[in-house]
Nanobody, 125 residues
Framework: EVQLQASGGGLVQPGGSLRLSCEASGFTFSGSDMSWVRQAPGKGREFVSAITRVVDDTFYGDSVKGRFTISKDKGKTTVYLQTNSLKPEDTAVYYC??????????????????WGQGTLVTVSS
């Protein structure tokens, strides 16, 4: 059974940081691209970041470039999202996703096959 268990969300003040984690199981982690996607209240899904299989290329949405960093621990089959300089507009549920298929786009949420349950990040003073 494929599982993507996201954690690390919470309430943080503007300018603060959080480290989100996503533990993956039930599929070949090393053979999959991983991404983070967020959804704010009343809005659609927004691509945040992705890290590719094999060469670990990284991609970021324009709104988080320079503030967020994606990484992974292959030994633990876990992907991380370090979020810094958080803003109120970063408030959203953050979802971890994975895909094994080739083709499509690393930055398009609909091209990912597996999804976790999400972790809520609230940025507020």
């Amino acid at each position: 059974e494929v599982q993507l268990q996201a954690s690390g969300g919470g309430l943080v003040q503007p300018g603060g940081s959080l480290r989100l984690s996503c533990e993956a199981s039930g599929f070949t982690f090393s053979g999959s691209d991983m991404s983070w996607v967020r959804q704010a209240p009343g809005k659609g899904r927004e691509f945040v970041s992705a890290i590719t299989r094999v060469v670990d290329d990284t991609f970021y949405g324009d709104s988080v470039k320079g503030r967020f960093t994606i990484s992974k621990d292959k030994g633990k089959t876990t992907v991380y999202l370090q979020t810094n300089s958080l803003k109120p507009e970063d408030t959203a549920v953050y979802y971890c996703s994975a895909r094994r298929i080739w083709g499509g786009s690393y930055t398009r949420p609909q091209d990912y096959e597996y999804w976790g349950q999400g972790t809520l990040v609230t940025v507020s003073s």
